[in-house]
């Protein structure tokens, strides 16, 4: 059995992820699909993935991506997550990772409501409130205030009747809008505010893009998703694969045979699958690069040790597992970076990393606040070392 080292699966981050500089992409599109998909769950980081992986696209060019050409779309799915993909991998996601995320959402928002004394039926007020939002969005895209107002259904408010301090009252819109995006019935559309800040109007599917593809049966869907994070990801243990699919060992099984892949060899000897076509991708230069919270990457595998001390995990990631902004030189992670107050890129690492490492991580430092042009990012996930290290 080939045998695929840890040195190799650095070079393999380097050059499939566009993170090594000789090998940056050119769109966002390039970017999106060399990744398979772009965390979206904080807003800045689709900007922010985009940046590092490519050289003369700027906000604009996402922006123009995700709102004119359409040629990526926001769409939760994987482990309730919400993601950018490139539009033709939708449908897989429909008929799969987000199906699975919908029926567990149903009995969630029933059982909420039934509990809540809105309605003795969940299911059948779920029914009722998406069919008004469908009814309404016929008519145009509209923000979540704007269906609030005009949605009987979705003015109710659910909590907040207990002393608790972590119980606040919540409305109930957002459970129904992100029940309907998750079967491709409504997509998030347009963003009203800053880049960096989740603020998205609604429009139905086949208003947004037109030409609306049908889902792929779930075991298709499952298959073409992992297929592609082997593209990205390979070699990887079905570990990885059922963690980042949010699935089951039965359906990673499946869709392992399914696309024909191949055991290969770790080091420490574990099994890994690759692509029956997957090839080496042979030396690469030490690179440096800063990632942000959440970045695809940092989140692309469940066992990181091949480019992760885990000594650095707690200082990294929070409890729920969520990665904080990373900096990586030679294909481990080495630190963390934040910004100061007026947007300047600064680094705060973990371990001692040799000059030319550190004049490269200050280059790429250099690279992002000229990128950023004086825009701070705030982090719902910062990390232990980034609240440690954030500056005035």
Request: contains cysteine; glycine residues 10%; hydrophobic residues 45%.
């Amino acid at each position: 059995m080939r045998t695929i080292s840890d040195a190799e699966r650095r070079n393999r981050i380097g050059v499939r992820h566009g993170l090594s500089p000789a090998h940056r992409l050119d769109s966002v599109e390039a970017v999106t699909r060399a990744m398979t998909v772009l965390h979206a769950t904080e807003a800045a980081t689709v900007h922010l993935a985009v940046a590092a992986r490519s050289e003369g696209v700027g906000v604009d060019d996402v922006d123009a991506a995700l709102y004119d050409d359409r040629a990526v779309v926001k769409q939760l799915a994987m482990r309730r997550t919400l993601f950018v993909f490139p539009r033709d991998l939708l449908p897989a996601a429909w008929g799969s990772a987000s199906a699975r995320v919908a029926t567990a959402e149903r009995k969630r928002i029933a059982k909420a409501i039934t509990g809540a004394g809105i309605a003795a039926d969940g299911e059948a007020w779920l029914d009722a409130a998406r069919a008004a939002v469908l009814e309404r969005l016929a008519d145009g895209p509209a923000s979540v205030a704007e269906l609030r107002a005009s949605v009987p259904e979705l003015a109710g408010m659910i909590g907040g009747d207990t002393d608790k301090t972590w119980d606040r009252p919540v409305s109930v819109a957002p459970w129904v809008l992100t029940h309907l995006g998750l079967d491709g019935a409504t997509l998030r559309g347009r963003n009203a505010g800053h880049w960096r800040l989740n603020k998205p109007s609604w429009s139905l599917a086949e208003d947004w893009l037109g030409d609306l593809p049908e889902p792929l049966d779930e075991a298709a869907g499952y298959a073409e998703l992992v297929r592609r994070w082997l593209a990205t990801f390979g070699p990887g243990t079905a570990t990885d694969v059922q963690w980042w699919l949010g699935s089951t060992k039965t359906a990673v099984t499946r869709a392992l045979a399914e696309v024909g892949a191949v055991e290969v060899g770790l080091d420490g000897g574990a099994t890994g699958w690759v692509l029956p076509d997957d090839s080496d991708v042979g030396p690469v230069e030490p690179w440096a690069a800063l990632l942000p919270t959440l970045d695809p990457t940092v989140m692309g595998w469940k066992q990181r040790d091949f480019y992760l001390d885990p000594a650095h995990v707690p200082y990294l990631f929070d409890t729920n597992g969520n990665a904080g902004t990373t900096a990586w030189w030679d294909g481990r992670v080495v630190g963390c970076w934040v910004q100061d107050g007026d947007g300047a890129v600064r680094l705060s690492l973990l371990e001692e990393v040799p000059p030319a490492g550190r004049a490269a991580l200050d280059r790429e430092a250099e690279r992002l606040t000229a990128w950023l042009d004086g825009t701070v990012i705030g982090n719902v996930y910062a990390s232990r070392q980034m609240k440690q290290a954030k500056l005035p």
